[in-house]
């Protein structure tokens, strides 16, 4: 069973910064991606960023350049995994949700979500 424990949503003003954390533990095995995705009221749930264990990325453009993903590895079989998000704008106004997947598989587990608002 995975568990994802996500922290670091808030208000902020256009221009501003916030950094997500997402803590990942259980039976993670070593081969995974991880990431976030976020959801905004009456859309759809969209990829934000994500990475490998290996640090392969992958960005949506719309934050490309302002947003950075980064996995830290512990050895106590969990892994967190950040989110800089810089140069925030009113539209990056959502809930970010974190999330895990074992490589090779469709199979994603995701943590309870975390409210980013950006003022104008």
């Known amino acids: 069973q995975v568990q994802l424990v996500e922290s670091g949503g808030g208000s902020v003003q256009a221009g501003g910064s916030l950094r997500l954390s997402c803590v990942t533990s259980g039976s993670i095995g070593q081969h995974f991606v991880m990431g976030w995705y976020r959801q905004a009221p009456g859309r759809e749930r969209e990829l934000v960023a994500v990475?490998?264990?290996?640090?392969?990325?992958?960005?949506?453009e719309f934050v490309k350049g302002r947003f950075t993903i980064v996995s830290v590895n512990a050895k106590n079989a969990k892994n967190t995994v950040y989110l800089q998000m810089n140069r925030l704008k009113p539209e990056d106004t959502a809930v970010y949700y974190c999330?895990?997947?074992?490589?090779?598989?469709?199979?994603?587990?995701w943590g309870q979500g975390t409210q980013v608002t950006v003022s104008s």
């Open positions: 990475i490998s264990d290996r640090n392969d990325t992958n960005y949506a």
């Open positions: 999330m895990f997947r074992p490589w090779g598989t469709s199979d994603r587990h």
